[in-house]
């Protein structure tokens, strides 16, 4: 594994409460034993321990990255399950809206209600 400050790793840990923690590091394996000697009473994982790698990505641009790791921080349990999985067809459907407001929704029950808009 490369370590450099322009080499970054997106991780998603398994803990031992089934719960994931996604992470951003240049260092995976320094920040890897740091999470399971639980060396920071207040991180999610210490009291969580042991802690599973189940996911990581390499990036060389840091915001890819971030960008990466914020965006995955926000997916649910079962997205983050289709990514570890590289269930991409799954992740896939959920990504899809199913909000009653979301516009392609909202159109759909327009076309079979024969409703028009007009300008």
Do not use: Q
Request: with cysteine; net charge positive; hydrophobic share 30%.
């Amino acid at each position: 594994m490369p370590i450099d400050l322009k080499n970054y790793y997106v991780y998603i840990l398994k803990c031992a409460d089934s719960s994931y923690y996604t992470g951003i590091r240049n260092n995976l394996e320094r920040r890897l034993a740091e999470h399971e000697s639980g060396i920071n009473p207040d991180c999610y994982t210490y009291k969580r321990r042991p802690v599973e790698l189940v996911y990581s990505e390499y990036f060389t641009d840091p915001n890819l990255a971030i960008a990466f790791e914020k965006k995955v921080k926000n997916w649910s349990k079962a997205k983050k399950t289709a990514l570890i999985e590289k269930n991409w067809e799954k992740l896939k459907s959920l990504s899809i809206c199913h909000n009653a407001s979301h516009f392609k929704n909202i159109a759909n029950k327009e076309v079979k209600g024969k409703l028009k808009f007009e300008n």
